[in-house]
């Protein structure tokens, strides 16, 4: 009962950041940039994670042995009725070519629109609950009567690499127009949330954007259209699942084979926009090549790396990522038939000694590894040909290349940290057919401060100070504190209600680019904290803040009430015309009391130093009666009542 309390609060809060925003409240920003107009003409924007968007068919497909078929606009991501009676059509329709990233013949599917197509990807009774992934911003939109032209989803096809995108389905026009209708409807700027990959979907789209429109008018259309970019959970230098999907399949919980989830991934071409790749290297300035005439390049080099890289270990992450044995056969012995796979067992593979290789994220990203395994292995020639031709030879730019700061006023990076992750693997012959021609002997993750084996045993490599958050590195996720300047101001609070006393707070922090950021805070035993690192000083009129929330899982977060709460005081923060400071002043932030009651009423007040107090009060009566209003009071018409009073 506790926890479902613990949603209502969730859900209450959130949307009073986005009732404050759409309430009216002029917002002036103190360096002297103005958003002209008031919060209620904000827009959201939300762009989807990886496998986030239900995908639906476009043909029709006869299914022998069942009675259900796939007809235009049913369900293919995710179906798990038909995945489980149909599976090789469900595969059918699924299924990309590896090469030219075309529909299987006999079945194609496309990305489903609107709200709709992020919320649950397989809607019921069970199955429902398990696939939410934004149904909750949605139904807080819903309880605070938020307009429904004021929040926007951009589902797109995740299965393609981004050049794809916009061949196909020319994404990232839309995207613009989605921006500019936005603002042509609601008369302001909008706020991007991106989650997982949705990110690097948003990066894409600035660098396509920048050789869309003219050069003098980026920034322009930049500050006209986009008031505030929250990162949530990017894998800012890619993540290890990537290659392992590539090399022995994730199912993501799916009733399918490990094989069968690694064809699917390895027919697409998205999959590799996940792959590590090294800080240290960058490829070429594919804007200035545009505007340059389009000279042929003489340097045929991929990357071009500092000498750090070649200086350091592990292209800067904690330890090679990919470890793998390569057989003393190749060609077809390596990856045997059914037939011949029990013999190959037997006599080739026991009488050679396998060579171990070991690969670094920038051999990941250039190919070394595909390349040194392609007589080993079916899937690496295609994997090659995607590489280079989807992402290193890209128009754009190469995404496998390290972020730069977006140009964007505000930028929030939010990520969960201190949880077990996966940051190395150990790979052999399995001596079975493709696609199970791999199997994992070895996992190294990274905990605190130390790396550590599937068996428990430490690994020597360069751990971080602290965990990633299950799925993305801490060195991947973290790379956004490299876009805050060398003063930051760093705050550590409890996520628990807290009166304060708990608030750790050190200014000016001293940050040398390409180095963490460490500091020196206590944290009481078993409570979890979120830390604040914030720079509104290095760039002129623009911020840029950092949040690492403790034990908070990657594919969660976006359901986190405790992130909701902060983006909550932020927002009330920012509408408060005589704020004195740039982000809210967590030394200051006291969250007094917090009560359960019969009824089931929440109640507590936070406390801010420029704008009084703000009690809130939430009850979820048995009746469903509302509570009474009172000043500064949004009544929902139905179980949640926010009241807020400033003093």
């Given at each position: ?203 894409y789209f600035l660098e396509w954007l920048r050789l869309e429109i003219a050069p003098k008018q980026y920034l322009g259309w930049l500050d006209q259209h986009i008031h505030a970019y929250f990162a949530v959970g990017a894998p800012l230098l890619g993540s290890v699942d990537a290659i392992k999907s590539t090399l022995s399949g994730v199912t ?396």
């Amino acid at each position: 009962m506790r926890a479902d309390l613990k949603s209502v609060t969730a859900l209450c809060t959130v949307l009073a950041v986005v009732i404050l925003l759409f309430r009216g409240v002029t917002a002036v920003e103190e360096d002297g940039t103005e958003f002209h107009g008031d919060y209620s003409k904000l827009s959201g924007i939300i762009i989807p994670g990886f496998a986030s968007t239900q995908l639906r068919a476009w043909s029709m497909l006869d299914c022998p042995y069942t009675p259900l078929d796939f007809n235009p606009l049913d369900l293919v991501w995710l179906d798990t009725t038909k995945l489980l009676s149909a599976v090789n059509c469900w595969f059918k329709c699924m299924v990309l070519d590896p090469y030219n990233q075309t529909d299987h013949p006999e079945c194609k599917s496309r990305p489903d629109s609107g709200l709709s197509a992020i919320t649950e990807l397989d809607p019921g009774y069970i199955t429902g609950p398990l696939s939410t992934v934004w149904k909750e911003w949605l139904k807080w939109c819903v309880e605070f009567g938020i307009e429904a032209n004021a929040i926007v989803a951009v589902p797109y096809d995740w299965r393609l690499s981004p050049t794809k995108l916009e061949e196909r389905d020319l994404y990232f026009h839309k995207l613009k127009l989605t921006f500019e209708t936005a603002l042509k409807l609601r008369g302001g700027p909008s706020i991007v949330f991106a989650h997982s990959m949705g990110n690097n979907v948003f990066r894409y789209f600035l660098e396509w954007l920048r050789l869309e429109i003219a050069p003098k008018q980026y920034l322009g259309w930049l500050d006209q259209h986009i008031h505030a970019y929250f990162a949530v959970g990017a894998p800012l230098l890619g993540s290890v699942d990537a290659i392992k999907s590539t090399l022995s399949g994730v199912t993501f919980g799916l009733p399918i084979s490990e094989g069968t989830a690694r064809l699917l991934s390895n027919s697409f071409a998205s999959s590799l926009w996940l792959m590590p790749f090294s800080k240290n290297c960058k490829g070429d300035n594919t804007f200035w090549k545009h505007f340059s005439g389009g000279a042929a390049k003489k340097d045929k080099r991929v990357y071009h790396c500092t000498e750090e890289e070649y200086e350091s270990q592990y292209s800067g992450w904690p330890t090679n990522i990919i470890n793998i044995e390569i057989p003393s056969t190749n060609s077809s012995d390596a990856y045997p038939s059914v037939t011949e796979a029990v013999q190959a067992n037997m006599t080739n593979m026991e009488c050679g000694l396998p060579t171990l290789l070991s690969f670094t994220a920038r051999e990941l990203a250039d190919g070394s590894l595909f390349e040194a395994i392609k007589d080993y292995d079916p899937d690496s020639k295609r994997m090659l040909h995607q590489l280079k031709k989807l992402y290193h030879d890209d128009p754009v730019m190469n995404p496998l290349t390290p972020w730069e700061r977006p140009p964007i006023k505000n930028v929030f990076c939010i990520y969960g940290t201190h949880l077990k992750t996966e940051v190395g693997y150990y790979f052999a012959p399995s001596g079975k057919p493709y696609p199970d021609n791999w199997i994992i002997t070895d996992i190294i993750y990274e905990t605190e401060g130390s790396l550590v084996s599937r068996s428990g045993t430490v690994v020597d490599g360069n751990a971080g100070p602290i965990a990633g958050d299950e799925t993305v590195p801490y060195h991947s996720l973290s790379w956004c504190k490299n876009w805050l300047g060398p003063k930051v101001n760093v705050t550590m609070a409890p996520q628990p209600e807290h009166d304060g006393s708990d608030v750790h707070v050190e200014l000016d922090v001293e940050h040398e680019h390409g180095s963490d950021i460490i500091v020196n805070m206590t944290k009481a035993p078993r409570v979890k904290y979120i830390t604040f690192y914030e720079d509104s000083e290095s760039i002129p009129g623009k911020r840029t803040a950092v949040w690492e929330l403790d034990k908070t899982n990657h594919r969660n977060i976006v359901r986190s009430p405790v992130l909701m709460r902060e983006l909550w005081l932020q927002m009330w923060h920012d509408i408060q015309p005589g704020a004195t400071s740039k982000f809210v002043t967590k030394g200051n932030t006291n969250i007094i009391g917090y009560s359960i009651a019969f009824g089931f009423e929440h109640k507590y007040r936070v406390s801010q130093p420029n704008a009084g107090h703000l009690e809130m009060r939430i009850a979820t009566g048995i009746t469903g009666k509302p509570a009474v209003l009172g000043k500064n009071t949004v009544n929902t018409g139905s179980h949640c009542t926010l009241s807020s009073e400033v003093s």
